[in-house]
């Protein structure tokens, strides 16, 4: 933390400590506040993970500003710098407070990328929050989104799950409109490992998945337009049927987090804890994992 605080100051300028804690502080030349959080990095099968507790009484003097949660861990090479608006969004919803007064987050260090897992409300892919890089975005606006269509965004998870090392199915109807200026067939699976009859028409028909030899690691669904609930009830099928199948994402507009929210705790995905296994990109984000994927725009 020390040594970020002085990378901070070096391009930007003093700090001011704020609270009664040792974790706040605000750059005094933009204002924007920075709340860290450390721990430590536990196994957990193939993946780490890390536990953070995010106080209440800090929380509250981040409302209103641009302010973000800085985590750190154990020999990170690079913290995860993450937009407190998009924790805040979710605080009046489903997230409680434990009996110390402090939110209870989990990162969870997958192969498949990370993600925040949020008790009662979710889990959020964070990958495109890797480094300090949003904290120059604030004065150098030069990442464009551009507009993103449904096989625009296929195309770039496909692209993403290749640098990962995967290879990807895409169904076949959707392949003529695919962005091939970014996405090549090099890894594009023809066919897909054998399942029963009852599961194989709905997971070849699942936007992208990521696969590892014969397994199955990630399932995409791409909700441009569609209900977000017919994406869930397709994983859920997945998930009942196919065995070790525990990575799901839905991707969407930023404005459909909410109804993601709502819909991922009915009691049906709750029960089966399908809920645990699922969780939200939005496509910002999504092209800023794919852009610190591949070094270049579209």
Sequence with gaps: MNDLLAKIQQDFGKVRKLGNGNSLYQIISNEVIIYFRYSKILPSGKSTKAFYGLRNEELKLMQASK???????????????????????????????????????????????????????????????????????????????????????????????????????????????????????????????????????????????????????????????TPIYSGLLRFNDVFLTVADTNNFNIVAESERETKFVKEIQRPTFRQNKLNEKVAFLNYENVYRWFLNTVDYQI
Excluded at 95 to 101: M, P
Excluded at 126 to 139: G, K, R, T, V
Excluded at 202 to 223: A, G, M, Q, R
């Design 67 to 225: 302010s973000f949660i800085c985590f750190v861990w154990d020999n990170e090479t690079s913290p995860i710098l993450f937009p407190f608006s998009h924790f805040e969004a979710h605080l009046n919803e489903n997230a409680s407070l434990a009996y110390d007064d402090h939110y209870k987050v989990t990162i969870l260090f997958n192969p498949t990328g990370t993600i925040l897992a949020i008790p009662n409300v979710g889990k959020f892919s964070i990958d495109s929050f890797y480094s300090l890089s949003e904290l120059y975005n604030i004065q150098s606006k030069n990442i464009i989104i551009p507009e993103i269509s449904h096989s625009k965004m296929q195309s770039i998870i496909g692209v993403i799950g290749m640098k990962k090392g995967f290879d990807i199915w895409i169904p076949a109807s959707d392949r003529l409109a695919l962005d091939y200026a970014i996405l090549t067939n090099e890894k594009m699976r023809s066919q897909l490992p054998f399942y029963n009859n009852e599961i194989l028409d709905v997971i070849c028909e699942i936007d992208v998945i990521w696969l590892e030899n014969t397994k199955p690691v990630s399932f995409f669904e791409v909700e441009h337009s």
